[in-house]
């Protein structure tokens, strides 16, 4: 059983170093890319405060499909270059939407949704999909959350086999 651990008093940095650091253990010894998906989908979900989804979408041709996740049943296929987790692909970086009301095209699963965080999940320059992360509070992720993110989603493509 692995033990999840979540610091209210460390900062943003400390914060992002021990999820990394969990995020590696909890993959460790696994190279499935459906199970290791699904974990560190949980790991985050129940990790991070103010979240109200968290998982993936894999690029299947000219689109994204869900992947493992955790939250409210999701959209099952969005179009590349639509919505965040579409244009994260199209322009292959890492997205933070403070309101995505504000958000042109924005593709609203859950009304309940106001902010999110999309990652690319890139293997050998290839972007093979986008991890992404859905809050209810306005404002919830910042650039920090990004590079902190980032970091997580690298651990997972080194402990996955993806090609």
């Given at each position: 059983?692995?033990?999840?651990?979540?610091?209210?008093?460390?900062?943003?940095?400390?914060?992002?170093?021990?999820?990394?650091?969990?995020?590696?253990?909890?993959?460790?010894?696994?190279?499935?890319?459906?199970?290791?998906?699904?974990?560190?989908?949980?790991?985050?979900?129940?990790?991070?405060?103010?979240?109200?989804?968290?998982?993936?979408?894999?690029?299947?041709?000219?689109?994204?499909?869900?992947?493992?996740?955790q939250g409210k049943p999701a959209c099952v296929r969005i179009a590349i270059g639509k919505g965040?987790?579409?244009?994260?692909?199209?322009?292959?970086?890492?997205?933070?939407?403070?309101?995505?009301?504000?958000?042109?095209?924005?593709?609203?699963?859950?009304?309940?949704s106001r902010s999110e965080l999309v990652v690319p999940v890139a293997h050998a320059g290839s972007i093979l999909g986008?991890?992404?992360?859905?809050?209810?509070?306005?404002?919830?992720?910042?650039?920090?959350?990004?590079?902190?993110?980032?970091?997580?989603?690298?651990?997972?493509?080194?402990?996955?086999?993806?090609?």
């Amino acid at each position: 059983m692995f033990a999840l651990k979540a610091s209210s008093s460390a900062s943003k940095v400390e914060t992002f170093a021990e999820l990394e650091a969990q995020a590696r253990a909890l993959l460790e010894g696994e190279r499935d890319p459906t199970a290791n998906a699904a974990n560190l989908a949980a790991l985050l979900y129940h990790t991070l405060p103010h979240l109200n989804w968290a998982g993936f979408y894999w690029l299947r041709g000219r689109e994204l499909v869900l992947g493992p996740f955790q939250g409210k049943p999701a959209c099952v296929r969005i179009a590349i270059g639509k919505g965040v987790c579409g244009t994260a692909v199209a322009e292959r970086r890492t997205i933070v939407v403070p309101d995505v009301n504000a958000f042109p095209g924005h593709i609203a699963c859950d009304s309940a949704s106001r902010s999110e965080l999309v990652v690319p999940v890139a293997h050998a320059g290839s972007i093979l999909g986008v991890l992404d992360l859905d809050s209810p509070n306005l404002g919830r992720f910042t650039e920090e959350d990004a590079r902190g993110l980032e970091a997580v989603v690298r651990a997972f493509v080194e402990a996955t086999d993806l090609g």
